[in-house]
């Protein structure tokens, strides 16, 4: 454990980028550390640990998992990764028994609860080690659309509602069906939809987002509330629906690249359901609006879709190929607000030992912005002064409901602090 430890601080303690993949290279014999960085990398690897869960004190366990070193302790909390006070008083235990010095306890923390910052990422990893070193579940992202610099040749596109819930990429394997979010995290329970996907051909990877059921005629905000509840909540999950974008061969998918336009996948889509699911309404395709070259077809759209309560558009350029990629060949239009705001405190991350998020004042409501970078993480619990009492301008797609009924900011992030202003200004 003490070589392990006087590794990692080498690598920590460079800040070159090229010196820390020379020194992975030079550590990667050492027997059992690719296990440990695999294991810390890898986000598909839950513990159901936080440091502070590891320092709160429990009477109520007798008996405990005897764990010789840190790689039995890797395997046990990934096995066991439900953060029981079980596994906890193991794991204390371990730390307590197994290791020596206070700073082994804490850099066995760090890696048990998979919170370990030494200035590499799986990229960085990859590269050094191989691109299947740790898989990275990956997705077709679209780009901001700027009407001062897309579709200025007039492409064709296609113009869809952005629907507003939760992704979902569901490769339709042989012999099984997955349905899988962009962090490459499996939905579970989709009994419905899954009964469904196997009526479908097979070999294919189908784009969409999840959606509740909606006879109340729901908003967009409150059915997107209720998506998250239903689908996110343990166990059997029905009256959900699966609006398709798109098709893709899974060997095109695992290319990261195809040469089929949008234009044709759209129609085999299409096509395919029409064939395979008709009279159904759990698997549809996203709704398209509009179909040509009429750039100012966007505005008039996206006005009606934002008045009607929707996110926003999406715009699929019909020559676009596939490319697993953030791409130019898709295109989001939604509305962004900014506001600025003051500080009023700060919350510590759940992993500890840095700021997860700043607590602003939006019309007398203490509402949380988590969209920090690493370093203002570190930064600001450093030095809670520098952001606490501060101006500063954050952004925003709308005023909604957080889950207690209480008043948040959508899918906010802070743009910047205002050293130049000293009052609020509310949009």
């Not at 001062?148 to 492409?155: A, Q, T, V």
């Amino acid at each position: 454990m003490r070589e392990y430890c006087a590794i990692f601080n080498h690598i920590k303690n460079n800040s070159s980028r090229k010196v820390k993949e020379e020194l992975l290279m030079h550590y990667e014999n050492v027997d059992g550390l690719k296990d440990i960085f695999r294991f810390v990398y890898n986000p598909l690897i839950t513990t159901g640990l936080a440091k502070k869960k590891l320092e709160k004190e429990i009477t109520s366990v007798d008996v405990v998992r005897e764990l010789k070193d840190i790689h039995e302790a890797i395997q046990f909390v990934t096995d066991n990764n439900t953060g029981t006070d079980y596994i906890v008083k193991s794991i204390q235990v371990f730390l307590e028994t197994k290791l020596i010095t206070d700073e082994e306890r804490e850099f066995a923390k760090g890696i048990l609860t998979k919170d370990l910052p030494i200035g590499i990422s799986v990229t960085t990893l990859n590269k050094v080690y191989g691109d299947d070193f740790i898989q990275k579940h990956r997705v077709m992202k679209g780009q901001k659309y700027d009407p001062d610099k897309y579709l200025l040749k007039g492409e064709e596109f296609y113009a869809s509602i952005k629907i507003d819930g939760l992704r979902s990429t569901t490769f339709n394997y042989e012999d099984k069906v997955e349905f899988k979010t962009t962090g490459g995290l499996l939905y579970e329970g989709l009994i419905e939809l899954e009964e469904l996907m196997n009526k479908l051909p097979k070999g294919f990877v189908y784009e969409g987002e999840l959606l509740a059921k909606n006879p109340d005629n729901l908003n967009s905000n409150e059915l997107f509330r209720v998506t998250s509840s239903r689908v996110k909540t343990d166990g059997i999950k029905k009256d959900v629906r699966f609006l398709l974008f798109d098709m893709i061969p899974i060997e095109v998918y695992k290319n990261k690249k195809g040469d089929t336009p949008y234009k044709l996948r759209r129609n085999i889509l299409e096509s395919t359901l029409e064939r395979y699911l008709p009279d159904q309404d759990l698997i549809t395709t996203t709704p398209v609006l509009y179909v040509g070259h009429d750039k100012s077809k966007i505005d008039y759209y996206f006005n009606q879709v934002v008045e009607q309560g929707y996110e926003g558009l999406m715009i699929h350029l019909a020559a676009g190929n596939f490319e697993l990629k953030k791409s130019k060949n898709v295109l989001k239009v939604k509305p962004q607000h900014t506001i600025d705001l003051r500080v009023l405190d700060i919350e510590e991350d759940i992993r500890g030992g840095k700021c997860g998020s700043i607590i602003v004042d939006y019309h007398g409501h203490r509402v949380g912005v988590a969209g920090l970078k690493h370093y203002q993480k570190v930064d600001f619990w450093n030095d809670p002064s520098s952001i606490i009492g501060k101006i500063v301008e954050i952004s925003y797609m709308e005023e909604t409901q957080n889950e207690k009924g209480g008043i948040s900011l959508r899918h906010s992030s802070l743009v910047r602090v205002r050293t130049d202003k000293n009052e609020v200004s509310y949009a």
